[in-house]
C-alpha cells in the first residue's frame, strides 16, 4: 500500500528565503505525487503534481517540486517565500482514478 | 471556469440528528470522492463513486451512506451523528475516461470547498 510521509509538522521561514518541504513516499510502484495548499478555513488547491513525465515539475505560485525515485522522496521548494505562502501543505499520493492519501501535513509559517 | 460545488458550506447539527451533504461536480465530470478532514487532520478518503456506482469504500461510518446520481451530483447522508463527526468534508470530482489533459492524465481530483460540519 502506498503511503507519503511529511518531516516536520511545522516550518517557518523568512520572508524571502528558500523554503523546503519535505515528503517522502512508499509505493511498490511509481506513483502519482500531489502537492495540495489550504489556507485557512479554506478548501484544497492543487498546486502541482508527478505523472511520470518531467521529473521536476512546476506549479502555481512559484512553486516545484522535483520527484527523486533513488530517495523515494518529492520535496516542494520555493526560491523566496512570500507572507501569501503561510498555509498548510499537504503531500499525497494516488494511483490513476484511485482515491488520494494525503500526509499528515506542514503548516509553513513565514516570519517577516 | 466552473468548479466543484458544494452545499451547504456550514452545517450545525444536534447529536443524533441526520446530515445530508450535497457535492455537485464540474460539467463532465463522472468520478467523486467524498474526503473528511477532522480538525488538524489530513484529508481521509471516505467512498468514491463512477458512474453512478460506488467504485471504492475507505473508512466511512456504516451510520453514513452515499449515493451518486443520473447528473452526476452525489450526496452523502449521514445519520445518528456523533461529537467525533464534526469535520470539513470535502466532495472531489475527476473527468471522465475519454478526458484528458495535457499530460494524459484523467484523473486530477478538483477539490470543491467543502462542508463544514459542527455537531453539538
Known amino acids: 500500500a502506498q503511503s507519503v510521509t511529511q518531516l516536520g509538522s511545522h516550518v517557518s521561514v523568512s520572508e524571502g528565503a528558500l523554503v523546503l518541504l519535505r515528503c517522502n513516499y512508499s509505493?511498490?510502484?511509481?506513483?502519482?505525487l500531489f502537492w495540495y495548499v489550504q489556507y485557512p478555513n479554506q478548501g484544497l488547491q492543487l498546486l502541482l503534481k508527478y505523472t511520470s513525465a518531467a521529473t521536476l515539475v512546476k506549479g502555481i505560485n512559484g512553486f516545484e517540486a522535483e520527484f527523486k525515485k533513488s530517495e523515494t522522496s518529492f520535496h516542494l521548494t520555493k526560491p523566496s517565500a512570500h507572507m501569501s505562502d503561510a498555509a498548510e501543505y499537504f503531500c499525497a499520493v494516488s494511483f490513476p482514478n484511485d482515491k488520494i492519501i494525503f500526509g499528515k501535513g506542514t503548516r509553513l509559517h513565514i516570519l517577516p | 471556469a466552473a468548479g466543484v460545488i458544494q452545499s451547504p458550506r456550514h452545517l450545525i447539527k444536534e447529536k443524533r440528528e441526520t446530515a445530508t451533504l450535497k457535492c455537485y461536480p464540474i460539467?463532465?465530470?463522472?468520478?467523486v470522492y467524498w474526503y473528511q478532514q477532522g480538525p488538524g487532520q489530513d484529508p481521509q478518503f471516505l467512498i468514491s463513486?463512477?458512474?453512478?456506482?460506488?467504485?471504492d469504500k475507505g473508512s466511512i461510518p456504516d451510520r453514513f451512506s452515499a449515493q451518486q446520481f443520473s447528473d452526476y451530483h452525489s450526496e452523502l447522508n449521514m445519520s445518528s451523528l456523533e461529537l467525533g463527526d464534526s469535520a470539513l468534508y470535502f466532495c472531489?470530482?475527476?473527468?471522465?475516461?475519454?478526458?484528458?489533459?495535457?499530460?494524459?492524465?484523467?484523473?486530477?481530483?478538483?477539490f470543491g470547498p467543502g462542508t463544514r460540519l459542527t455537531v453539538l
Open positions: 509505493s511498490s510502484v511509481p506513483p502519482y
Open positions: 472531489a470530482s475527476s473527468p471522465a475516461l475519454l478526458a484528458r489533459d495535457s499530460q494524459g492524465v484523467t484523473d486530477t481530483q478538483y
Open positions: 460539467p463532465r465530470h463522472d468520478t
Open positions: 463513486f463512477y458512474e453512478k456506482m460506488q467504485s
